[in-house]
């Protein structure tokens, strides 16, 4: 089946840092990919949609300079939480949907568990 | 606006059936997912509905009336790893998945 793969696991850093979140699609090719955060108890909330070789569509309330997304190739997209703060400690996960499945099912990565100190 | 609602925690007796509901209220419908979520760790995809009806898959089936904007999530012979939280998400108009926020499931010996 289609496996997406998410990097770092896990990630502790200072307030003030950026960090950087990688996403593949290990077996399959994804033109678009989803970033999406979790904060504990609460549903999934879609960030961004990233598109390879355009810009992403960000949703409502989310800053685009404060997230920036790069989707540089058909596998890989990367989420770059800049000038992190304690309040953006949530756990992060992306997803691609699969060529296969029922109308573009969506393939989740494991995520991201992010703490800023 | 877009809503979905589920029971926010139930509980179950090991080897018992379960049924999780879903109702939704969203701007289209291009179809319906239900996914499993364990602790601390990414949805996986258990079932999808776009037809009125019920899909069977194994021990989990999942049920669709998009007249009455309502599912049912089925899971037969519980077994203890089934603990987890069951997400339902709607596929609205723009073919985004609006999700609901999760139904904690308990699962007692």
């Known amino acids: 089946g289609a496996v997406v793969s998410q990097h770092p696991s896990w990630v502790i850093c200072k307030s003030g840092t950026s960090v950087k979140i990688e996403c593949r699609s290990l077996?399959?090719?994804?033109?678009?990919m989803f970033w999406y955060r979790q904060f504990p108890k609460q549903s999934l909330m879609l960030m961004a949609t990233?598109?390879?070789?355009?810009?992403?569509?960000?949703e409502q309330g989310v800053e685009k300079d404060k997230f920036l997304i790069n989707h540089a190739s058909l596998t890989l997209s990367t989420l770059t939480v800049t000038s992190a703060h304690p309040e953006d400690s949530s756990f992060y996960i992306c997803?691609?949907?699969?060529?296969?499945?029922?109308?573009?099912?969506?393939?989740f990565g494991p995520g991201t568990r992010l703490t800023v100190l | 606006g877009q809503n979905i609602d589920q029971p926010t925690e139930m509980t179950a007796t090991e080897g018992a059936i379960v049924q999780i509901n879903c109702t939704y209220q969203?701007?289209?419908?291009?179809?319906l997912f239900w996914y499993q979520q364990h602790a601390g760790e990414a949805p996986t995809f258990l079932s999808y509905?776009?037809l009125d009806g019920l899909e069977e898959k194994g021990r989990f089936s999942s049920f669709l009336s998009r007249s009455k904007g309502y599912s049912y999530l089925l899971l037969k012979e519980l077994q203890m790893k089934d603990s987890a939280s069951y997400l339902c998400?709607?596929?609205?108009?723009?073919?985004?998945?609006?999700w609901g926020a999760g139904t904690k499931l308990i699962i007692k010996p």
């Open positions: 997803s691609a949907p699969t060529p296969s499945g029922p109308d573009n099912e969506q393939f």
């Open positions: 077996d399959f090719q994804a033109t678009t």
């Open positions: 969203t701007s289209g419908f291009n179809g």
């Open positions: 509905n776009v």
């Open positions: 998400a709607v596929k609205d108009s723009n073919y985004q998945l609006i």
């Open positions: 990233s598109n390879e070789g355009s810009k992403a569509t960000y």
